[in-house]
């Protein structure tokens, strides 16, 4: 059992966008800061965060660096997201950076703003790769514009403010922020509820008298996100305990065995939230569902089944698309798809479904050192490596079925377990892969030996992994992660 790693990245992702200070007049020369933050998830310190505003000149840099330490069943994983946001003081957007750090893996994507789009790098793996995207359509505004606002809004006693700005870690795609005055926070502060459409929850922020945040608090099923405001050393004193584990945190036991599912064709899982809300979960390739008189969620995986590619998503160029992570157009990855469906005694004019089975197969025999140590690494990484676990086996299969002109996308969710992580009888975080086969999306697991798929796989949500680091049809992960009970009501063989 492997399981993916891409919700981390967002947790890391989430703790950048959510937490946002405010310290100029609406009029005025921008006020330089430079602020730490302690943030904990749980109750436990796991990293920290630096927010800093300088004005160089006739430009003004933006800047955010997040370093979480976080378990994966008993290891620790580094995580760095880093983006800096670059304007004229004239509040015209020059450049963005963003990076990324996760274990031994480092990704950097650089956007350049010119007057007819934007040139976009992406770098992994000692290879870059590079585009044009058009500007962000809409109204607007850049990150020292929405200091100016928010700071003139708290101090003109306005109730709500609401505005829109870009999300550097969301492939610059365009958010809508809702600001709403509230109560007394914590010391002299006023406490702020701020929500974004990137991510599904809402972030309460304590302000003090200068516009600055104090603390921030994100709640997630996990336990709270919490940044409070520190000096450097405090922000930067070493996590007791090796961070958070996530992993652990988000496994649901059952309350029986049910080693059934592995073998099964059919089953019936009745999956609850733990927090009471309305659970929200595709009905794609194998998975359907109905309502619970019981309250919940019946859901029925069928091994075989397969769900209708709608109009939009067979328009969707990003499932053909050679990206930063499933990077289909990498030599080495295209050979590999050609040695795959040739090993199989295929050609590229076989049944796309037989092709896509080979695809399977190979990625499951290709990678032999199947543990946690790759941390997300891109399909052309795992092709020279060939280490990883869910997540790798999930986007090396994604990029071989592109390079095999075949549409894909990556799921992301929980599979049964027998045992993983000192743990028994569970469910646990997973990832594997779809493929558009006769216009229909076809679930495909790498890690498995015996055969392509199996029912014990609850699917939360999908991707085409382009070139987010947000990535925002990953979101529901966040507000599902930690909060769900599952148990197998019955399999059929």
């Not at 304007?87 to 010119?114: I, K």
């Not at 295209?334 to 197969?361: I, M």
Request: hydrophobic share 40%; with cysteine.
């Amino acid at each position: 059992m492997r399981r993916s790693e891409r919700w981390i990245a967002i947790v890391v992702a989430l703790c950048a966008v959510v937490v946002t200070s405010v310290a100029s007049d609406e009029h005025a020369t921008l006020r330089p800061r430079d602020s730490w933050f302690v943030v904990s998830i749980g109750g436990t310190n796991c990293g920290w965060m630096h927010e800093k505003i300088e004005v160089l000149g006739d430009r003004i840099q933006t800047s955010n660096d997040t370093h979480l330490l976080l378990g994966r069943a008993g290891a620790a994983t580094s995580v760095r997201m880093t983006w800096r946001f670059i304007e004229t003081v004239d509040g015209a957007p020059m450049q963005c950076e963003v990076e990324q750090e996760s274990g031994a893996e480092h990704s950097q994507t650089s956007y350049r703003f010119l007057p007819t789009g934007i040139t976009v790098d992406e770098t992994a793996g000692g290879h870059t790769l590079s585009r044009v995207m058009p500007r962000p359509e809409g109204t607007w505004w850049t990150p020292a514009a929405v200091e100016r606002y928010a700071i003139a809004r708290r101090r003109d006693g306005s109730a709500e403010m609401t505005y829109r700005t870009v999300d550097p870690t969301g492939g610059l795609k365009v958010i809508d922020i809702v600001s709403k005055r509230g109560g007394a926070g914590e010391g002299k502060t006023v406490r702020w509820t701020t929500t974004t459409s990137a991510v599904p929850m809402a972030t309460e922020e304590d302000v003090d008298a200068d516009g600055d945040v104090i603390v921030s608090r994100t709640k997630m099923a996990i336990g709270d996100m919490v940044a409070r405001r520190s000096s450097e050393a405090e922000a930067k004193k070493p996590s007791a305990g090796g961070g958070v584990d996530l992993i652990t945190r988000t496994m649901v036991l059952l309350s029986k065995p049910s080693p059934e599912v592995l073998k099964g064709h059919r089953a019936r899982l009745a999956v609850r939230s733990t927090n009471g809300e309305a659970l929200s979960l595709p009905a794609s390739g194998a998975q359907r569902f109905e309502a619970n008189p019981a309250g919940g969620l019946f859901v029925d995986v069928e091994v075989g089944r397969t769900s209708p590619v709608t109009a939009e998503e067979l328009a969707d160029a990003r499932y053909l698309a050679s990206t930063i992570l499933i990077d289909a157009n990498d030599p080495a990855v295209k050979a590999l798809a050609v040695r795959a469906v040739e090993s199989a005694g295929l050609t590229n004019a076989s049944p796309v479904a037989d092709r896509a089975e080979a695809l399977r197969a190979f990625v499951m025999r290709f990678i032999v050192h199947k543990d946690l140590a790759s941390a997300f690494a891109g399909a052309s990484a795992v092709a020279q490596s060939k280490a990883g676990d869910c997540s790798e086996h999930a986007v090396l299969l994604a990029a071989l079925l592109r390079a095999q002109g075949i549409p894909s996308r990556v799921a992301s969710g929980l599979i049964y377990a027998e045992e993983f992580g000192g743990k028994h009888n569970l469910f646990a975080w997973h990832m594997w892969t779809q493929a558009q086969v006769k216009g229909e999306w076809i679930d495909l697991d790498a890690t498995l030996a015996s055969r392509p798929f199996h029912p014990g796989h609850l699917l939360i949500a999908t991707s085409a992994q382009d070139d987010a680091q947000l990535d925002s049809d990953f979101s529901n992960l966040l507000a599902t992660i930690g909060n769900l009970s599952i148990e197998v009501v019955h399999v059929d063989r």
